[in-house]
């Protein structure tokens, strides 16, 4: 076990831990703490606590010692010098013509270097800045470009409503804020009444936007019909902060608004309990049966399709035997018949392919008719012919 304390090194700024290294300080004393920037001068807000060094994330910094008054006085006039860096740097910035904006100027605790904060819409060139400035304080310089809401937590001010704003007072750090909020909180979309003195969404936004949602989930969404002890009707608006809803109640050509709250509210869905669905399988025959230790019941329709399947089937067994019986063993080109299944496709024959066609077994030669019967069974053809040209030719004589 370790303990711990929480440091801030400006008012109102971040919270910081150290290791207490057996120090006890009280909240309001002043210690010097070892940081990355070397040792500074911090206020206690956090009185010493122990907790499980295993769970805490990486090692911590340790405190030096308790704070003198020698120390405090330092402190005090860092802060003086701080006021005369502040009037001198904005007086070069002048001069460069640079568009930047200074905000604020801090003094390391042991007079290492100076830490100028500005705002800009871009990037500046500010070399030469610093080069006269190193050249009047002899000691390092650095700037840094900070954002609007950082300018804002370091300047303060009063906030839309008439209090202190709340990064200056007691938030240590910013959290996200979007428009998002200001629509489910039903506040005016005007950008005048949900900003802050830094121009952005204010932070206060963010505070009851739990409840807002947690609260959302338990009421029926608007326009959804609901019952209520003076009969049904389509809710119209929600008052989230009192829980109530108003639903538009119509009595024959009139319609009235009333307010009601939540709990005697009954959602229409809800009234009515839904059956549960029911599961079914299904077996390779086609047969339909539900769950378990329930009754099967019967598909007409499986029933009719399984029954074509076996229709089809054995007039397919039927068709391939008589194919058997009739030939020699072998289908015609010396391909062996199959016994054709369901789903896969039956081989048949094409008697027009020169292949099949070539392995094809010769007939065995049939007699030769005799030469008269083929000249009589011409003969009467050429006849008939010739006698209906005749009949023709004599029509055409008698009509001449």
Known sequence: MAKVIGIQFQKNGKLYYFDANGFEPKPGDYVIVDTARGNDLGEVTMGAR??????????????????TEQD?????????????????CQKKIAEHKLEMKLVSVEYAFDNSKILFFFTANGRVDFRSLVKDLASIFKMRIELRQIGVRDEAKM????????????????LDQFQPVSIKMAKEQNLSLNPTKISGVCGRLMCCLKYEQEHYEMTR?????????????????PVT???????????????????????????????????????????????????????????KKSNPDKENF???VRTAEGAENTETTSKEESGSGKDRGGISSRKPVLGQPVRRENPNRKDQAAKKPE???????AAKPA????????????????????AISQDK
């Open 50 to 67: 122990e907790i499980d060094e295993e769970t805490w994330r990486g090692p911590l910094k340790k405190t030096m010692r308790i704070a």
């Open 72 to 88: 405090i006085q330092h402190g005090v006039e860092n802060r003086q010098k701080e006021k005369e860096a502040f009037s001198i």
């Open 155 to 170: 300047l303060g001010g009063l906030g839309p409503c008439g209090r202190p704003i709340c990064c200056g007072t007691f």
């Open 217 to 233: 989930k338990k009421m029926p969404k608007i326009g959804r019909e609901v019952t209520t002890p003076d009969g049904a009707g």
């Open 237 to 295: 608006d929600l008052n989230i902060v009192k829980e109530t809803v108003f639903v538009r109640l119509t009595n024959g050509d009139t319609s009235e608004i009333k307010e009601y709250p939540l709990e005697s509210i009954v959602r229409t869905g809800d009234s009515q309990l839904r059956p549960e669905p029911v599961r079914r399988e299904y077996s390779q025959d086609g047969e339909q049966a539900q769950q378990e230790n329930k009754p």
């Open 306 to 308: 399984a029954e074509r």
């Open 363 to 369: 007939p065995a030669p049939a007699p030769q008719p």
């Open 375 to 394: 000249e009589s069974t011409a003969e009467p053809q050429k006849s008939s012919w010739a006698d209906a040209l005749e009949k023709a030719m004599q």
